[in-house]
């Protein structure tokens, strides 16, 4: 269940460093067209876990399964025999932590979400995050990936679950090279796998020419209602979402073509 294992980035400066194990989760579920490119990244970091939803759960916030039985299964994800939970992000990195893994995990990442995780609206919302909130719980840092997507791939992904043709390929070059940059961003702070924080970090569609990795602000944006009424039933479909234009925000630094990553953390609302 678990992959070959590698020393993290701060080896190459020659020191000792022990092997970090990573648990892997996402929202969109086990057949997400961007899990893989999360586990090709991840491979080269650690020993790697994956406990994925069996189903799609985007939306699901840090929702905990409480009165349904879970099952297991698994499916293999680019070499490696994944855990499959029927049940939400928080309830498969629950389960990892304390049913799947041993040794429990110095990390867990979240992702790659299809589409953007920008805005207190959305992050409160998201399945990538409560993921990752659910391991700061447990007193583990994790990091939100998520993929800014145009509105042409973003609709063909909820059409068909897949990306438009030719798009695969060239995400899946961009994104390789944007998570070394990333992973060797985080782990060059000695104290990453020490403190239970979020990082929230959303990956540009179309990568600028120079693509720095900025530390963003939480953004403000929000939104209205949720659903569209039809009769007496409701679907989703966002209204009047209210975009924070401020320069340093994260949902402005992602359009902008930049990666931006920005801090969670649950200890801020603790007295």
């Known amino acids: 269940m678990v992959a070959r294992q590698a020393q993290h980035p701060c080896a190459a400066k020659g020191r000792a460093e022990r092997t970090v194990n990573i648990l892997l989760s996402n929202d969109d579920g086990y057949a997400s067209p961007l899990l893989p490119f999360a586990v090709d990244a991840l491979q080269t970091l650690g020993g790697l876990t994956i406990v994925a939803p069996k189903e799609e759960q985007s939306g699901r916030g840090k929702a905990l399964s409480c009165f349904q039985t879970l099952e297991l299964s698994s499916a293999p994800i680019n070499g490696i025999q994944a855990h499959i939970v029927t049940g939400t992000p928080a309830d498969c990195v629950n389960i990892g932590i304390y049913h799947l893994c041993a040794p429990k995990p110095d990390l867990i990442v979240s992702g790659i979400n299809m589409g953007i995780n920008a805005g207190i609206g959305f992050v409160l919302a998201s399945g990538t995050i409560g993921a990752c909130l659910e391991a700061n719980l447990a007193g583990i840092p994790a990091v939100a990936l998520s993929q800014f997507l145009e509105k042409e791939a973003f609709d063909a992904y909820i059409r068909g679950g897949g990306l438009p043709e030719g798009e695969r390929a060239r995400l899946q070059q961009q994104t390789a090279e944007l998570l070394r940059r990333v992973f060797q961003y985080l782990f060059a702070d000695p104290k ?3 403190r239970p924080i979020t990082w929230n970090v959303n990956l540009p569609y179309v990568a600028a020419d120079d693509c720095p990795l ?51 953390d649950l200890m801020d609302l603790a007295g």
């Open 192 to 194: 990453f796998l020490s």
């Open 214 to 264: 900025v530390p963003a602000l939480n953004s403000r944006t929000t939104y209205g209602s949720w659903f569209k009424r039809s009769g007496d039933t409701f679907r989703h479909q966002v209204a009047d979402v209210k975009l924070d234009t401020r320069a340093e925000a994260d949902s402005s630094i992602v359009r902008r073509g930049h990666v931006s990553i920005a801090k969670l």
